[in-house]
């Protein structure tokens, strides 16, 4: 491969929350046996990023004056460009993108134009931890609407439970993660039409977090909630990043797309009063290198080492008896189930996790994330670091 998926860049000492917060999963995780921890707990990469951004911030820092700057047309362009070319969102015009620091930061500005705090907000379950965590700092009590296994394990929502929650609790906003995590499925557009024509019927509006849209799995597809129908279109506060793709967290640096006008006005008048909404000039340059054709080939390359980590990983959890996985189809996350096993060797969740935390392996626990037995673990390392967790899990804990 012409990319480098292989090496493992030491992240000690380089401001990695993967391997070093004070009192964290890092730290608590080296022990005398296992003094080199392997980070699956937290959603960032241990690949290098594209190398197209890299150079493209590198070009940037050529000139030595880092000033005030308004977002560029190439910026614009660069992500219209990505967008047609992804998902065939070619409506995309420049006045429907709008700059956020951070996905989560422009879910909290969409909570605030569309609801009052105190409203109750619908979002699936098993839940992503960001959403839970600004829904209560902001007070949005969460409503959870548990997806349901289909005939073959396939987690799917659940359109009665969601608008028996709807009608009861008079909701009118709900969170979409798609693809959604941590279960990692990547929704059909027959799924999407029925709960967006759900959402039309009782007038709820959606703000969909598409910020893994560009790790799709095994040929799978992402279908913006925005492209389903013209309600879609307009009821949808839809944010993408080039971050979870890229591996570029620590840039910050998120964007939302938003066709309904009165909406997209009420969100610039509600950002622009804290000031707090401005774009990093290198933030900006390292879109611009991703969004790419270079960017477009590595991520294809990325795509590949993730589905043969998946496979790995879900050949090995499957393989232990009490151990239940579902395959995502998208995401570089995985959500394996240990009831069975816990009943099995009369063990609790806090000692599972605490056995792989002393294995030196760093996953995260799944109730954390509304999964009462899951644990949360990402894959996005090189395939031989990768197998290492798996063999101290096997011989340590499992």
Same mark, same amino acid.
């Given at each position: ?58 070009? &940037?820092?050529?000139?030595p004056v880092y000033g005030y700057f308004a977002p560029s047309d ?15 969102? #070619? ?37 992503? *931890? ?16 548990? +997806? ?38 990547? =929704? ?11 959402? &039309? ?19 799978? &597809? ?75 080939? =590595? ?21 232990? #008896? ?18 069975? =096993?816990?009943? +099995?060797?009369?063990? *609790? ?13 760093? =996953? ?11 644990? &949360? ?12 967790? +798996? ?8």
């Amino acid at each position: 491969m012409p990319f480098d998926f292989t090496n493992m860049p030491d992240r000690r000492g380089r401001d990695a929350i993967a391997m070093e917060v004070p009192g964290g999963l890092g730290r608590d995780a080296q022990t005398p046996e296992h003094p080199d921890p392997i980070p699956l707990w937290i959603a960032d990469m241990s690949f290098p990023t594209a190398p197209c951004v890299t150079e493209a911030m590198r070009r &940037r820092m050529e000139h030595p004056v880092y000033g005030y700057f308004a977002p560029s047309d190439e910026y614009y362009a660069a992500i219209r460009r990505w967008q047609a070319e992804s998902f065939g969102a #070619d409506a995309v015009a420049r006045e429907h993108i709008g700059y956020e620091n951070g996905v989560l930061g422009g879910v909290v500005s969409a909570l605030r134009v569309l609801c009052v705090p105190g409203e109750p907000v619908l979002l699936h379950s098993p839940t992503y *931890t960001g959403f839970s965590a600004v829904l209560e700092a902001n007070g949005f009590p969460a409503v959870l609407s548990p +997806l349901k296994p289909d005939d073959r394990g396939v987690p799917r929502m659940d359109l009665a439970d969601m608008e028996e929650k709807i009608v009861r609790r008079h909701i009118h906003t709900a969170i979409l993660c798609s693809p959604h995590n941590p279960t990692g499925r990547v =929704w059909e557009r027959a799924e999407l039409e029925a709960a967006m024509e759900l959402f &039309r019927r009782h007038d709820v509006y959606v703000i969909s977090d598409e910020i893994w849209s560009d790790l799709t799995l095994y040929g799978n &597809r992402h279908i913006p909630t925005q492209s389903v129908s013209a309600d879609a279109r307009e009821r949808t506060v839809a944010f993408y990043a080039p971050s979870k793709t890229f591996n570029l967290a620590g840039l910050i640096g998120s964007y939302r797309v938003v066709y309904n006008d009165r909406l997209r006005a009420k969100l610039d008048r509600w950002e622009a009063q804290c000031h707090y909404n401005d774009m990093n000039v290198l933030s900006m340059h390292a879109l611009i290198g991703a969004y790419s054709p270079e960017g477009r080939a =590595w991520l294809a390359e990325l795509r590949s080492v993730l589905e043969t980590n998946v496979d790995a990983a879900c050949e090995f959890f499957r393989a232990i #008896d009490g151990v239940t996985i579902q395959k995502p189809q998208g995401t570089y996350v995985i959500l394996p189930d240990f009831e069975g =096993w816990c009943s +099995l060797h009369g063990k *609790t969740m806090d000692e599972l996790c605490e056995a792989g935390l002393r294995a030196g392996v760093l =996953w995260r626990d799944g109730r954390l994330f509304h999964a009462p037995y899951g644990i &949360r673990l990402c894959l996005a390392l090189p395939t031989h670091r990768l197998r290492d967790a +798996l063999d101290r899990l096997q011989n340590d804990v499992l």
